[in-house]
């Protein structure tokens, strides 16, 4: 079946330093890409997203490239401070109808784990 | 800033009991979801709703689920018959419209005995 998925399920990074969370897609149909941050009880937060027609996408201290050939997402947090520690997911979008009322599928997540 | 709020937060039923778990999407948006998260598990899809009915539904979302838009402001998910396997974090999101960014609510945990 199609899937969304993670290559670690923990990344540990010093404090300060840059870090990259990987996620690969196996729907080539896709064509719209979310990150996602999730802290500990809380629900979803959006942190960034790409649309299939771009390869990258920069916001506040989050770039995130797109790579369609190898149906590879990244996404590259600079400067990592602790309040970045969470689990971050990657989602992409598979709606089957046009009307945008779509489900998102989401990988299975990266714990990012920022040291002091 | 506008966002998505659920509740109960925590909501614990008996095995086979009904149970509403209740959602205030953001006000001027039009596409509505429920997803679930089994615990350590990915956040799944379940369902959108638009125009006041249903767009899109995964195979989690049986027989035993329903969601409704009982006026202008709420969104609810009833889960009929609840099974022990129906234990998790239940999260609503909305968009305001088709090309933007889908909002969270910070979930109800549904814990089933």
């Known amino acids: 079946g199609e899937s969304v998925g993670l290559h670690l399920p923990t990344l540990s990074v010093q404090e300060g330093d840059n870090s990259i969370i990987n996620c690969a897609y196996s729907n080539s149909a896709s064509d719209y890409f979310i990150w996602y941050k999730q802290e500990s009880g809380k629900g979803p937060q959006f942190i960034i997203d790409i649309r299939s027609n771009m390869d990258k996408r920069q916001g506040q201290r989050v770039t995130v490239l797109l790579n369609k050939t190898v149906k590879h997402l990244s996404l590259q947090i600079a400067a990592t401070q602790p309040g970045d520690s969470a689990v971050y997911f990657c989602a992409e979008k598979w709606g089957k109808s046009g009307g945008g009322a779509d489900g998102l599928t989401f990988g299975k997540g990266t714990h990012l784990i920022i040291q002091p | 800033e506008p966002e998505v709020t659920q509740t109960p937060s925590h909501q614990v039923t008996q095995m086979g009991q009904e149970v509403i778990l209740r959602c205030v999407p953001i006000s001027n948006h039009l596409y509505f979801y429920w997803y679930r998260q089994i615990l350590g598990q990915k956040v799944e899809f379940l369902v959108s709703f638009y125009n006041n009915e249903i767009s899109e539904k995964s195979e989690i979302f049986d027989d035993q689920f329903s969601v409704e838009r009982p006026d202008g402001s709420n969104f609810t998910l009833k889960i009929r018959s609840t099974k022990l396997e129906d234990s998790a974090m239940y999260f609503c999101?909305?968009?305001?419209?088709?090309?933007?960014?889908?909002?969270f609510g910070s979930g109800t945990q549904l814990s089933v005995l």
């Open positions: 999101a909305s968009k305001q419209g088709l090309d933007e960014k889908l909002f």
